[in-house]
Structure formats: structure tokens, C-alpha cells
């Protein structure tokens, strides 16, 4: 028995988390069909009409909470199975004397194996090592505060090992909670405004105004201890809340004239901050609170929920909209979990998931955004770093191993990782290096989000201590191409700490990647090509320390692209044709890439349904191709039908094409042929029909077989193109020459015998286009394609 004891003990010594629970099962990334979306999937309520807020994964679950509206207590804790997101399963309530304090929750703080909950009176602190049952680790009272909607603990935000708790009229306080167990208050700061949300990306703190105000601030905390105040910006629309992600603030409106509209800002320059566009959504019931993912925007309103896609900031544009249809219901908390959003009902009517995307999430996280930014220097010693994501993530994932900071060169530090709202921060345990430059990097396949999908590119960068930084060559970003006939112009961003740049080139999408040029200009021409091949390039900076990160891999096929030509008309419904683009509706130029399927096309054109463009090919092309489809610009919206005819005739339809078809690779004979005509027309209700020609383009007429023939037997057809009359040329004696048309009618004959030159005139016979020349040879027939001007 005593062997046993011992043994079990060793392996409990050799294992430290054998009795620990194992994590939760995760998030279930399914499928959904098109009469689910935008609509609730699953809803839940609480007892006593008490609401939800907000909700995250925490090891492996589902977390969130229930409390009345408004501030008021009492609140309880939910942890949901998610592994099915159609039934999840209850695994663990909590509602008692320790939870009879909650108030509202605008934010679920995670740290290490802690969660951070608001309490009426200050916060509390809980260990979730084992979701299914939590504990308790610490209530801790603020001196002056009590319960109340706006004016104490709206929010919090933890930067381990600091917190920092927005107090609306009252400003915010700074809690140092290296103690978990006996935090401290360390400031108060009293602001230019009431303040709700606030949220901390390493050395920066932007607290937002709320319930009706106006405008944001933006502090430097480099010294946690001591926020300084670096701007007070005021010119925006009353507003509810914001919400900060990739340099961007966006804020929900509320209290204006116009609650539809609602706005978003560029932070990139914290003493610069620039208005990017606004959107009138429609709605002109009460936005209250907004979250990110990946391109979009979700503004949860009283009433529904928005889905904006926010690709162009400028240019925001609505994706989609609905309701989760308890009743009597408040969408305003919206949080992405993969394809769902968790949308928080603090009416209590009905909380639960709501399908904004049919397909299975499988895009991963990426950083938008850096702080200190990417070659700062003289940063402070006391420097937390700090990166938002293009989704919420599981901080279980996070690790020295996938989150590193590092000297140049050096090990990764040490220290804690906090997370909330897409935003994820470093706090090193001991104080950075005088004079040192730093490297950041968040490697692919480490970091996931809810959904299971890791980092897809490793992000890098860098930043120093001392006045002046010595860094390598920063990450490229993606070039863009534009495909021409017999040439590839390669284009790309400035590539930071880089003195001149590395083009490299492959036949295959996977390389090997050969240098082809390495030079000092943002720009690349490749003449060294073959039309209608297809090459993949990567650009990458270089200085004195050696060649950085590869630009992401970019595909480029050379042809002869339609859009060279001048059409002799074009008609669209909205705006106009746009050539190698994708179509805006409105002016000339304000398209996007050209999108379909997810694959992107430099050359093109974009259109909206009805369209109807026409080409004089005057016979001189064999083949046209293109690869058409509703562009990705709008989603799952669209239904047209492509079809394309030649002189009248009709050579190809597309049958019915939808935002969720395939894209249709087409090649179709045009030999011969003069107009071309391109037509897109609607299916039902001309919403969306934004279609693209993606990457049309013509083959030229050659003269097949000349060369063979010249070689075997000596026999050459001139001129070329043929003009009046055409001329052959044989060595030996030819006996018959036959002129037909494409579909093989014979238009002229000679069976006169000759050898040497001798001229047929064919324009009686012939217009111009394309057209077979037989010429009988003794026994062999050799057979030419050409054309008549």
C-alpha cells in the first residue's frame, strides 16, 4: 500500500495538472442553411426576468452572466456546453450570497486562470480552473462606490497586473492587482468627460464617452502607476459606447437627431485622430454596444442586431440584419463567437446565439494592431505590449511560445498575458533594458480563436528603448499584381527597416521560389513571361542584418485582358462598367479588387445587373475566357445570369448564379467573329447584383501548322494578316487550294495545278475574320488558319 501511495505521488510530482479538469470541448463550428441566418439558433432566460450581457470561451465553455437591468443587482454565472451550438447543455449555475452583489457586464476580464466580474460595490476576482466549478478567490470594495447604472464600475479593463475601472462622471481608478488577493488602489483620474468603455493595448488607454456624450480620450500609460493624458477629442456623434480594434474606435450612436447613424475613427496617431466614415443603418431605434470580427462590424441595437462589412472603412456597407424574436427584447450585447453571435438581452426575454454566417468559421485570427507600434523607440522601461486580433481568442492558448517578446537575438521574457474584446496584452515580469531593441512576434498556427482557427501568418515586429533603433527588415505585406499581355507588374508597400527589396518568382504555388530581381523601387516589371501561364511571386526587404519575412505568395497569369480594348457600348444598372474592378454603383473608379470565390483578379470587369457590353473583335481573336460569379463585395446577396453571345448568336448562359454559387471558369470559340456581346441580367429583384467578368481575356488568332508546313514541304501563305488577296509559295507542285470558314463551308476553290508563287484574290469571297486554307499537296493536305482584314 505504501509503494502505491508513493508511486501515485511521483506521477502526481512528474504530472502537475493530472488532477487539474480537463478543459471544455470548445465551440462547435457548424454548418447552417440560409433560413437561419440572421436569425437565433438557440435562446435562453433566467429567472425572474434577469438579462445576459456579454459572453467569451474560457476554457472550453461558453461563460457568461445574468443580472437585472440598469446596474441593480442580484447576478448569477452561466457555463454552457457549446460542443453543439443548436442545444448546448447547462454544466454549471451559480446564483448565492457570493454572486448577490453582480451588476451588469460589460466586460468578462480574463488573466491566467482568472476571470474579473464587476460587483456593485467594486469587483470580484474568480478561479476558473475548473469551469464546472468556480471559486470565488476575491471580493474587493471600493471606497465610494455603490450601485448605479452609470456612474460606478460601467466597465473594467485588466492589463494584468493593473486594472482599470471606468467610473462615468467620476473618471476611472487604477488597481494595482499583482495581489490578487490584496489589490490595491494606486490613482484616481478625474476625465474631460463621463466615461463608460475603456480598453488598454500595451502602453495606450482610450476610454470612451457614453449614454448620450460625446468624443473619446486617449492616455499614455507606459507608467501604469501614472496615466498621462495625450489627447481629448470631442468631434463625434452622441454615442451609447465604442468599441476599439486594429487602429480603429467605432462607436455606437445614440441621443442624435439620427440614431442610424454611427461613425468610425482612425487611433493609428494618437494626437492625430482622423474621422473615417459614418453609416446611416437604417435604424432609428437605440444603438447601445458594437464588437469586430474580421471585416465586420456588428452594432447591437435594441431592437435587432446589424451585420456591417467594414472592408473599405470608408465605405461601410450592411451585410445582413435580424432579430433573435423573443420579444420585448434588447440585442444590445453582440459577442463573434465563429459564425454566432452571443447576443446579451439584459430584458431577460432571451439571451442566446444568432447565425450571422451560414458556412463554418475557418478564418483565423490575425494582428491588426501593435503597441508600441512597429519601430518605436525611447519606449519606457515599464512598456506593456499590447496586440488587437481580427477575433476574440482563447487565452488558454496563449503562451511565451505564441505571444513572444524578445530581445534581438535573446530568450523569450516572462510574464503575464491578460485578455478581453479581441485585445490581448503582455506585462513582463521585470522592466525592459536600457538601450535594447525588442522583437515581437505572434507566430502561425499558435494563438487560436473560438472557433479552433490559429494565426495564419506570422506577424513581427519591433521596437526599442534606446533613441535610436537598430531593427531588421519588417513583414512584408501582400503585393498586388497587375496581369497584362507578355508582362506581370509586381507593386508593393514600403517594407519598414528595408533598403531594397527581393522579388521572387515560382511556377507552382508552393515554389521553390527563385530570386528574379532585387531592387530599390515599390515596383517590379516581369517581361520574362509566357501568356496564359501561371507564375506566383513573393516580395521580401533586406538590409545590412539580411532578408526579412516573405510577403504572403500572390498569383499572376499574362494575357491579352478584354479591358484592353475600348467596348463600342456599355450600359449598366447602377453606375457604370468599371474596368478591373469590381462595379461601386456610383462614379467612375470607386469598385473594389475584384473578387469571386475568395480568389482575387487584377483585371476585369465589375458590373451591376441588367448589363449589356459589346466588343468589335473584327475576327481577329480564336477564344475568349473569363471566370464569372457574383462578386464576394456582397456577400450571399446577388442572383444573375451571364451569358455571352457572338454576332447575334448566343454562345454560352450561365444558368442562374447566386452570392453562395461556385464561380464558372468559361472558354468559348470566337473565331471569325465581330461583336461580342457580354450580358448580365437580374433574376428577381436587382438587389446586389453586383457580377464580375474576372480576369476576361482573348486569344489571338495564330496560324496553326505554318511552321510544319514550311518545314515539310516547303510551302509559306503570305501576307499576314491577308489584306485583297493572299499568296502561296511551294517548291513542289500543289494541286488544289480550298478557302472555308470556320464551320467548314467551303467559300472558294482552285484545282488549278501550280508550283512556285502564285496569288488568289479572295475579298469577293471572304469578309474579314478568321478562316481554314487547305492546300493540297501531291498526297497530303495541310491545313492553315488565318486571318482577312
Not at 507606459?222 to 498621462?228: A, I, L, V, Y
Not at 457574383?630 to 454562345?651: A, P, R, Y
Not at 500543289?734 to 467551303?746: A, E, F, K, P, Y
Request: glycine fraction near 10%; charged fraction near 15%; charge should be negative.
Amino acid at each position: 500500500m505504501k509503494k502505491i501511495c508513493i508511486s501515485l505521488l511521483a506521477i502526481i510530482t512528474i504530472i502537475p495538472g493530472l488532477l487539474l479538469a480537463q478543459p471544455g470541448p470548445g465551440l462547435g463550428n457548424l454548418t447552417y442553411n440560409s433560413t437561419e441566418l440572421y436569425k437565433a439558433t438557440w435562446t435562453y432566460t433566467e429567472v425572474n426576468h434577469l438579462g445576459s450581457n456579454i459572453g467569451t470561451m474560457q476554457n472550453g465553455y461558453l461563460l457568461t452572466t445574468f443580472t437585472p437591468d440598469s446596474g441593480k443587482p442580484p447576478g448569477g454565472i452561466l457555463v454552457w456546453d457549446v460542443s453543439n451550438p443548436r442545444k448546448p447543455l447547462l454544466v454549471t449555475r451559480i446564483y448565492d450570497s457570493r454572486t448577490v452583489t453582480f451588476r451588469e457586464q460589460h466586460a468578462l476580464p480574463q488573466h491566467d486562470k482568472y476571470v474579473l466580474f464587476q460587483d456593485g460595490f467594486g469587483f470580484q476576482v474568480w478561479d476558473f480552473s475548473n469551469p464546472r466549478n468556480p471559486v470565488q478567490t476575491k471580493r474587493h470594495v471600493m471606497a465610494g462606490y455603490a450601485h448605479d447604472d452609470y456612474s460606478s464600475n460601467w466597465q473594467m479593463f485588466w492589463q494584468a497586473p493593473y486594472i482599470f475601472i471606468a467610473n462615468g462622471s467620476r473618471g476611472f481608478d487604477v488597481v494595482d492587482a499583482t495581489n490578487i488577493n490584496n489589490p490595491v488602489l494606486v490613482k484616481h483620474i478625474n476625465t474631460p468627460r463621463q466615461i463608460g468603455p475603456v480598453y488598454a493595448v500595451g502602453n495606450l488607454l482610450i476610454t470612451t464617452a457614453h449614454d448620450f456624450g460625446k468624443g473619446f480620450t486617449i492616455y499614455d500609460i507606459s507608467n501604469p502607476r501614472d496615466p498621462k493624458l495625450l489627447n481629448s477629442f470631442s468631434n463625434t456623434e452622441n454615442m451609447y459606447a465604442g468599441m476599439l480594434n486594429g487602429n480603429k474606435l467605432v462607436i455606437s450612436a445614440r441621443g442624435n437627431a439620427n440614431n442610424a447613424i454611427f461613425g468610425t475613427y482612425d487611433v493609428s496617431d494618437p494626437v492625430n485622430i482622423k474621422k473615417l466614415g459614418t453609416l446611416d443603418i437604417g435604424n432609428s431605434g437605440e444603438q447601445l454596444y458594437n464588437s469586430t470580427q474580421d471585416n465586420f462590424i456588428f452594432q447591437g441595437c435594441q431592437n435587432e442586431v446589424v451585420k456591417i462589412d467594414a472592408t473599405n472603412p470608408t465605405q461601410l456597407r450592411i451585410a445582413g440584419r435580424g432579430s433573435i424574436a423573443t420579444g420585448n427584447v434588447d440585442h444590445g450585447q453582440v459577442s463573434p463567437f465563429g459564425n454566432l453571435i452571443f447576443v446579451g438581452n439584459d430584458h431577460g426575454s432571451g439571451s442566446g446565439f444568432w447565425v450571422h454566417q451560414t458556412a463554418p468559421d475557418k478564418k483565423g485570427p490575425e494582428v491588426n494592431m501593435v503597441v508600441p507600434k512597429s519601430n518605436d523607440v525611447n519606449r519606457a522601461l515599464t512598456s506593456r505590449i499590447g496586440i488587437t486580433l481580427t477575433d476574440a481568442i482563447l487565452l488558454e492558448t496563449v503562451n511565451k511560445n505564441t505571444f513572444i517578446v524578445r530581445p534581438i537575438g535573446g530568450a523569450a521574457l516572462s510574464g503575464k498575458y491578460s485578455h478581453q474584446f479581441s485585445i490581448v496584452n503582455f506585462s513582463p515580469d521585470q522592466p525592459l533594458l536600457p538601450n535594447t531593441t525588442y522583437e515581437i512576434v505572434i507566430p502561425a498556427g499558435g494563438i487560436k480563436d473560438f472557433a479552433g482557427n490559429t494565426v495564419g501568418t506570422t506577424f513581427t515586429s519591433y521596437f526599442s528603448t534606446g533613441p535610436n533603433g537598430n531593427f531588421p527588415p519588417g513583414q512584408a505585406g501582400k503585393p498586388w499584381v497587375f496581369e497584362d499581355d507578355k508582362k506581370i507588374i509586381i507593386n508593393w508597400n514600403t517594407i519598414s527597416n528595408s533598403s531594397k527589396y527581393v522579388v521572387k518568382r515560382s511556377t507552382a504555388p508552393n515554389g521553390p521560389f527563385q530570386t528574379i530581381a532585387t531592387v530599390t523601387q515599390l515596383t517590379y516589371a516581369d517581361l520574362n513571361v509566357s501568356n496564359d501561364n501561371v507564375y506566383y511571386y513573393t516580395v521580401t526587404g533586406e538590409n545590412s542584418f539580411g532578408q526579412g519575412t516573405s510577403s504572403p505568395i500572390v498569383r499572376a497569369m499574362p494575357s491579352f485582358y478584354i479591358t484592353s480594348l475600348n467596348w463600342t457600348s456599355a450600359t449598366n444598372a447602377w453606375g457604370t462598367v468599371e474596368k478591373d474592378q469590381s462595379n461601386g454603383e456610383q462614379a467612375t473608379d470607386d469598385g473594389n479588387i475584384i473578387t469571386i470565390g475568395g480568389v482575387e483578379y487584377s483585371r476585369g470587369l465589375g458590373i451591376h445587373a441588367n448589363s449589356t457590353i459589346i466588343y468589335n473583335l473584327d475576327g481577329k481573336y480564336d477564344r475568349f475566357l473569363s471566370e464569372l460569379g457574383v462578386d464576394d463585395e456582397v456577400g450571399n446577396s446577388g442572383s444573375v445570369i451571364f451569358t455571352v453571345s457572338m454576332d447575334g448568336k448566343q454562345l454560352y448562359t450561365s444558368g442562374l448564379m447566386t452570392g453562395t454559387s461556385a464561380n464558372k471558369a468559361i472558354d468559348v470559340s470566337v473565331a471569325g467573329g465581330k461583336q461580342l456581346t457580354l450580358t448580365v441580367s437580374q433574376d428577381a429583384d436587382n438587389a446586389l447584383d453586383h457580377a464580375s467578368w474576372g480576369g476576361a481575356r482573348l486569344k489571338a488568332v495564330t496560324i496553326t501548322g505554318l511552321e510544319d508546313a514550311e518545314a515539310d514541304a516547303g510551302i509559306s501563305v503570305y501576307p499576314y494578316p491577308i489584306t485583297n488577296e493572299l499568296t502561296i509559295s511551294s517548291s513542289k507542285s500543289i494541286s488544289q487550294v480550298l478557302l472555308m470558314d470556320i464551320q467548314g463551308n467551303t467559300l472558294f476553290q482552285s484545282n488549278e495545278e501550280f508550283s512556285g508563287n502564285k496569288s488568289f484574290s479572295v475579298k469577293e469571297y471572304a469578309s474579314s475574320g478568321v478562316y481554314l486554307l487547305k492546300v493540297k499537296q501531291q498526297e497530303s493536305i495541310k491545313t492553315f488558319k488565318v486571318i482577312i482584314q
